[in-house]
């Protein structure tokens, strides 16, 4: 809202119009030394690799590579990252204490046709010199990523217009996500209230609850992410549309009998689908015609 260049006010009296301090508009953040952000780059790879490594776990890895760290430093850095181990313990992922959790809904269910469940997660994306948060909202059935928004702090504006966004789009039965502030906050759950989604969050002692979407995360990050080294957050926005576009769109999937999710979740093709069904009879009598002489037994 400021005016630098060549303004009609002087910034003393924008500063004052704005309710903000004239000092804070030379302030330049310091940004993260090398080692903080090659640190948290590592933990990232052993994270997304072994995603049911907690702190002590991590520490110790990073300790037989030579790196000369305590559990707290690996703890404060995977806070900042937003990330924990997803294995048994009191939390999955920290949350305020004041915020209301919703039960595992999920515990007999599986995903059986498009919008029947949506899982959303949060996960760390390196840059050259720092890092992002990506969240992504998928479609279990299909696997499809529904929306996703990068942001560079995890503040919970950027999640609530991935949900915003996903639910122009449609509306699920169930929507699951971990116990994080992000999702037990009173801003996240009424938007789903409001749109009438049943609330589901990842239970206590359950490891494999968002299995789906931590597949997603190790899919986007092996097959873009660790390829590339973003130098500017422009770069990489630019560059994980183009994979998420890919991934939805041009990607074959193992578990969908090699369709994309957006065969699936689009165009309706039942993931158990062939891929290249048989030929009935009569595309076989059209072939005989289209060869002429030549038949075909």
């Known amino acids: 809202m400021l005016e630098w260049d060549k303004p009609e006010l002087p910034l003393a009296t924008q500063a004052y119009i704005l309710s903000i301090s004239r000092s804070s508009l030379y302030y330049k953040p310091v940004p993260p030394s090398?080692?903080?952000?090659?640190?948290?780059?590592?933990?990232?790879?052993?994270?997304?690799?072994?995603?049911?490594?907690g702190s002590r776990r991590?520490?110790?890895?990073?300790k037989l590579e030579g790196w000369d760290v305590d559990r707290k430093r690996?703890?404060?850095?995977?806070?900042?990252?937003?990330?924990?181990?997803?294995g048994p313990g009191p939390n999955l992922s920290k949350r305020n204490m004041a915020h209301k959790i919703y039960p595992y809904l999920l515990g007999n269910i599986t995903a059986s046709w498009r919008n029947h469940v949506w899982g959303i997660d949060i996960t760390y994306v390196?840059?050259?010199?720092?890092?992002?948060?990506?969240v992504a909202v998928i479609d279990w059935y299909s696997r499809y990523v529904v929306s996703w928004q990068l942001e560079q702090t995890l503040e919970i504006d950027f999640v609530l217009r991935a949900v915003k966004m996903a639910l122009q789009k449609a509306k699920p039965e169930i929507w699951n996500s971990d116990q994080g502030s992000h999702f037990t906050s009173t801003q996240y759950t009424d938007?789903?209230?409001?749109?009438?989604?049943?609330?589901?969050?990842?239970?206590?002692?359950?490891?494999?609850?968002n299995i789906f979407t931590e597949r997603l995360w190790r899919t986007i990050k092996n097959e873009e992410v660790y390829l590339n080294e973003y130098s500017s957050p422009k770069e990489a926005r630019q560059s994980i549309t183009k994979y998420i576009g890919f991934y939805n769109c041009g990607r074959p999937h193992q578990s969908l009998n090699y369709h994309t999710p957006a065969e699936v979740y689009l165009d309706g093709i039942a993931p158990e689908?062939?891929?290249f069904p048989p030929?009935?009879?009569?595309?076989?009598?059209i072939g005989r015609l289209e060869i002429g002489?030549?038949?075909?037994?």
């Open 126 to 134: 390196r840059l050259k010199h720092g890092w992002m948060y990506l």
């Open 191 to 209: 938007l789903l209230k409001e749109a009438s989604v049943r609330i589901s969050m990842d239970g206590k002692n359950r490891a494999l609850d």
């Open 58 to 62: 991590i520490t110790v890895t990073l």
């Open 34 to 53: 090398a080692e903080e952000v090659t640190l948290k780059h590592r933990i990232d790879e052993i994270y997304t690799k072994r995603p049911y490594y």
């Open 293 to 297: 002489s030549v038949s075909i037994a």
């Open 279 to 285: 030929p009935s009879p009569e595309n076989m009598e």
């Open 273 to 275: 689908s062939p891929l």
């Open 74 to 86: 690996v703890q404060r850095a995977m806070r900042e990252m937003g990330i924990a181990g997803v």
